[in-house]
């Protein structure tokens, strides 16, 4: 079997679901891409006498109840949502990576002050830390990333340090040692291709947490502030119109459902790939 | 001359027997010193002392005449580029991540600017990988492969080229041929006999395999329980007045 230092993901076995997630997600990137580029409605453009209408040729999935496209919104409403979900994944494991492999690789009084540290903003769940944030810093967007950050940047320290904790016992690093390289050259020639699968299955299971974090905070106020389209945002504006145009809440809500089902997906398949069994076999 | 000096060296770890007790030798340049002793006898222990990758309680490490027992890690580097080890493991002593070439060439890099190669030469990283494959009778496009694809004795020729690949003074082969089977475990000891020559090596030989380190080694140390009990030269290794520790070890082989 052909492998990576960095593996890729390796097609001989047909995997369905990885294959729908990725066109899946393709997509939706183009699409909200596309919203980025070239829009035909103003999405916060409130057209009170042409609201709640139902789908035309003007606007394919209809109006909300102040008139604005629902289509635009949805769009750009994924660009909110799947963006500040992915930077704030991002930022977390950008974080909990060198957090990780200096506490693995130093052990002893830096290891313990790190995870001392780790374990405090561990004790915190993280709906408690964005509730809070919100009420020190007021609600909105940039503060629930942010809460998300601080709770989910421990979760890759961990994570990083038990792998390099592992590895830093073999051989192979005792010879990078005897052979005069720096902590640092070993961290990322040595280690770094040892952890990449780990973080990349657990940060693509925890996009779509976050996703419905982000939305869930955004349904009940605390996460996007109107007027900007957010999906869970859209949820909570379309609840009044629940019964006379329930389709204003199925767009939003379905979008959701889907992207997180299509991360998840990949997210099974990246674990199936980094198998530590499968490793052990070779 | 002496290559490695070794004297009253001493290691006991937390509450217990000294793992190295009061161990003296001298190793002379450009020979094999072998140092039998059973599994836990504080043979690989000693090793990692001489390395100085695992502090000691008491004694002296001369190498080349250099006191290198309080030397920090930065000065240390200068001497490190003059030992290598190879491990009994060869999977444990390679990054399964990383491909053969770049596991390889770890040592150069690190010392390229301090080196002088008169066995080697170091056009381009493919071209060093390739000579390296060679002198260990390995076929040259081995270095794409990663370590989970090649065999174990090839695996173990592999961590010998990156220990011969700076041209060391002395590598400390640490049971090199324990995880092999019988076959590979000859041509591997055959290989490592020429290299010695070719590169002009001085060899620790450890092993519990008192038949590989005679016909490895001139002179032959004998551990038991943290000490050396023997010490004699290849010639000596049947006469009357061995230790009788030794001489049992003798009847088992």
Redesign the interface.
């Known amino acids: 079997m052909k492998s990576f230092s960095i593996r890729l993901p390796n097609m001989k076995k047909y995997h369905w679901q990885a294959t729908f997630g990725f066109i899946f997600l393709a997509v939706v990137t183009a699409a909200v891409f596309y919203a980025f580029f070239y829009l035909r409605h103003d999405p916060t453009l409130t057209n009170l006498e042409g609201g709640l209408q139902g789908r035309s040729l003007q606007h394919p999935l209809g109006t909300d109840h102040l008139g604005r496209d629902v289509l635009t919104r949805l769009l750009l409403g994924g660009q909110q949502t799947i963006g500040s979900s992915l930077f704030a994944l991002i930022a977390a494991v950008f974080i909990g990576i060198p957090f990780g492999l200096v506490s693995g690789y130093k052990r002893g009084i830096v290891d313990r002050v790190f995870m001392r540290i780790a374990d405090g903003f561990l004790a915190f769940p993280d709906t408690i830390v964005a509730i809070v944030l919100a009420g020190l810093l007021g609600p909105g967007i940039g503060n629930l990333m942010l809460a998300i950050v601080m709770v989910k940047w421990v979760s890759y320290a961990r994570l990083v340090r038990s792998t390099v904790l592992s590895e830093v016992q073999k051989d192979y690093v005792l010879v990078a040692r005897i052979n005069g390289l720096s902590a640092g050259t070993i961290m990322r020639k040595h280690l770094v291709p040892h952890i990449i699968g780990h973080v990349l299955v657990m940060a693509s299971l925890d996009l779509g947490k976050i996703i419905l974090l982000i939305s869930a905070f955004s349904y009940i106020g605390l996460g996007a502030q109107p007027p900007t389209p957010e999906w869970g945002a859209m949820l909570n504006d379309s609840r009044p119109y629940f019964q006379s145009m329930p389709e204003l809440m199925i767009y939003p809500g379905l979008a959701i459902v889907i992207v997180v089902l299509f991360t998840n997906m990949l997210g099974d398949y990246f674990r199936d790939q980094f198998d530590v069994k499968r490793e052990v076999r070779q | 001359m002496s290559l490695l000096t070794v004297k009253h060296l001493t290691k006991i770890y937390k509450e217990g027997r000294p793992a190295v007790n009061n161990v003296s030798f001298e190793l002379k340049k450009g020979e094999c010193l072998g140092l039998v002793g059973e599994s836990g006898c504080g043979k690989s222990t000693l090793a990692r002392c001489l390395?100085r990758?695992e502090p000691f309680d008491s004694g002296a490490i001369y190498f080349k005449e250099h006191a290198i027992e309080q030397l920090n890690?930065r000065q240390?580097?200068p001497h490190?580029?003059n030992?290598?080890?190879v491990?009994q493991?060869p999977a444990?002593?390679?990054?399964?991540?990383?491909?053969i070439k770049?596991?390889l060439i770890?040592?150069y890099d690190?010392?390229r600017k301090e080196l002088h190669l008169s066995h080697f030469s170091y056009t381009s990283k493919e071209a060093f990988v390739k000579q390296l494959l060679e002198a260990v009778e390995l076929p040259t496009d081995l270095g794409d492969r990663?370590p989970?694809e090649i065999s174990g004795g090839q695996r173990q020729r592999v961590?010998i080229a990156?220990a011969i690949s700076i041209e060391p003074d002395l590598i400390i082969l640490d049971e090199p041929t324990a995880s092999l089977d019988v076959i590979s475990q000859g041509a591997v000891l055959r290989l490592l006999t020429e290299l010695r020559t070719t590169l002009r090596l001085s060899y620790l030989f450890i092993s519990h395999d008192l038949a590989a380190v005679s016909q490895m080694s001139q002179r032959i140390m004998v551990m038991k329980a943290g000490k050396l009990i023997d010490q004699f030269s290849r010639s000596q290794l049947f006469a009357e007045e061995r230790d009788p520790y030794t001489k049992e070890l003798i009847s088992i082989f």
Not at chain 2, 92 to 99: D, G, Q, V
């Open positions: 390395l990758m890690e240390l580097k490190r580029k030992i290598q080890i491990f493991n444990a002593a390679l990054n399964p991540k990383l491909k770049d596991s770890d040592p690190q010392y990663y989970h961590t990156r």
